[in-house]
């Protein structure tokens, strides 16, 4: 019995004080622990919308992006969820028919009604933007164009989202936005990161937007656009080219072939045993050919492949005006350019040409990708057919204009070189997003990236509350110890016989 007793006094957490004490100890950290977490516990996640149309010289296309709606205007990443491509052609088609232009839109827009959750379309703003379509267009009948916009505006309206408006951007807002788009998907812009430099090429404009270290904006102010972005300043070169699209170069370097209006016009940029009639009338509307249109000319031509490589590069050259610069230095016709600075992401057109012929990888040498489009240029028209039965015979027969063309204007036009070639990036989507100037233009209608970085908690939520769990056993353990210490001057509750 004794030595029970003197065991008992020897290990104090057989006192019925240390098990109260214990006891509640252990239930205030697990109440501590279970609050932290449950205060800290990420919210459930609910989304936010906004849609985009690219409304483009060739076609239409729809864009809907998804952000976290507690992470609205910060550090919230935001994420193109779906895209729909308008049937039919570009707006500025529509000139004639202006109500179809907003009918083309309404399926893709009914699309966009069923993914976008009904409770967010009247807070989702719907912008339309349209580029060098329109721009030419408005050059050409800016009443026309007013009415295009009129109905286009009038059919979006139908539709429950907050539709912000349609208007044409200038060809810097398209190269800033792509550049924008490009190095905020690829987090560029939140981490101070070099950028990337944008190409992009569309159906009738080309833009070319990159910061370098040799300027400032000084020289050619018009081609500076200035962003304070995350902290971060800034100055961005920028330059659209109107009419130096992919397919209005074409129109271009065949008036240029036919500006004597012969009967046949013998091609290079088209494979050999190509052959169809075409109108002189289509080769010389719009305002970047009808000054090449000749005197007399016949009604009809026959266009007539001759699959020449070098020929076709020499043609395209002759779009090109490389004599003329005020500046210091110049890309073609008089526009000022800096050195280049990479890397690049070229998209849109460069992207689709480049994967058709397999050309994306820039590891191969400038004259190894040269050779290979020689050798595609002088295939057989048929051959060609035979070897891509499932594409639309309108691209299939323009790729080897568009190889040509997008290798003459990064070379010749931009002054890329064997070298610099490989800073290029041939690129359609980063992550989930197509690169393009729709998420830049949406990010900044939305104030999506603010000027200063947002402030961010010193720890993520895990760390936070495993620090906090530590500290509570921490000051538990030293609690104990605290009564431990007290221990001498405990009331004695032995059973040992008082002397009296
Ligand atoms: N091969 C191929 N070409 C395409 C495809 N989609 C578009 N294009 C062509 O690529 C060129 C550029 O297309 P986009 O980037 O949509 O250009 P856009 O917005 O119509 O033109 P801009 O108004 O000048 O910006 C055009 O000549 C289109 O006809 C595709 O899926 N495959």
């Known amino acids: 019995m004794s030595a029970q007793r003197e065991m008992k006094e020897k290990n104090p957490w057989q006192t019925p004080v240390m098990i109260i004490i214990t006891v509640i100890g252990v239930i205030a950290i697990v109440a501590l622990v279970t609050v932290a977490v449950l205060q800290n516990r990420p919210l459930l996640q609910k989304y ?20 976290p709606a507690e992470k609205d205007n910060n550090t919230g990443r935001v994420e193109q969820t779906h895209s729909c491509k308008v049937k039919g052609p570009g707006i500025s ?36 933007g349209a580029t060098a379509g329109m721009r030419l267009l408005n050059i050409e009948n800016s009443s026309a164009s007013d009415k295009v916009f009129q109905a286009v505006g009038d059919a979006l309206q139908k539709f429950p989202f907050s539709y912000q408006g349609a208007r044409i951007l200038s060809g810097q807002e398209e190269g800033a936005f792509g550049w924008v788009t490009v190095n905020y998907l690829d987090d560029r812009l939140k981490q101070g990161l070099e950028t990337t430099g944008a190409l992009d090429l569309g159906g009738a404009s080309t833009q070319i937007s990159f910061v370098s270290n040799n300027y400032d904006g000084s020289e050619s102010p018009r081609n500076s656009v200035t962003f304070r972005l995350y902290g971060n300043d800034y100055n961005l070169y920028t330059h659209s080219f109107l009419c130096y699209g992919k397919d209005q170069a074409l129109k271009m370097t065949l008036a240029q072939m036919a500006k004597e209006g012969p009967a046949t016009v013998f091609d290079p940029c088209f494979h050999p045993g190509y052959t169809a009639t075409k109108n002189y009338s289509i080769l010389y509307d719009g305002p970047c050919v009808s000054d090449r249109k000749p005197q007399a000319a016949l009604a009809t031509f026959t266009h007539t492949g001759k699959g020449n490589f070098l020929q076709c590069q020499e043609a395209v050259k002759s779009v090109f005006n490389f004599t003329y610069c005020k500046y210091s230095r110049c890309s073609f016709n008089g526009v000022f350019q800096p050195l280049l600075q990479g890397p690049f992401g070229a998209f849109s057109a460069y992207y689709f040409v480049m994967n058709f012929l397999n050309l994306t990888d820039t590891s191969i040498p400038l004259e190894t990708v040269k050779d290979s489009l020689k050798r595609y240029c002088a295939t057989p028209w048929n051959q060609i057919m035979l070897l891509h039965p499932d594409v639309k015979l309108k691209y299939l027969a323009e790729y080897c204009f568009s190889g ?8 010749e036009g931009y002054n890329f070189t064997s070298k610099s070639y490989s800073d290029i990036k041939f690129i359609k989507k980063i992550k989930s997003s197509d690169a ?9 209608l ?4 603010p000027a200063e970085n947002p402030d961010s908690p010193p720890l993520p939520h895990v760390g936070y509350v495993s620090i906090l769990s530590v500290i509570a056993v921490l000051l538990f353990i030293l609690f104990i110890l605290f009564i431990l210490s007290l221990r001498p001057l405990w009331p004695r509750c032995s059973k040992q016989p008082q002397i009296v």
Not at 48 to 67: F, M, N, P, Q, R
Not at 404 to 411: A, Q
Not at 436 to 444: A, P, S, V
């Open 48 to 67: 936010k919308y906004g849609i985009v149309l690219d409304a483009g010289s060739s076609h239409t296309a729809l864009y809907i992006y998804e952000w």
């Open 93 to 128: 088609s529509y000139a004639s028919a202006p109500l179809e232009a907003g009918e083309s839109l309404r399926a893709c827009m009914q699309e966009a009604e069923k993914l976008v959750p009904g409770k967010r379309h009247h807070e989702t703003p719907l912008y339309l």
């Open 404 to 411: 040509t063309y997008i290798l003459t204007l990064l070379t």
């Open 436 to 444: 393009g100037w729709t998420l830049g233009y949406m990010l900044n």
């Open 446 to 449: 939305t104030n999506m990236i």
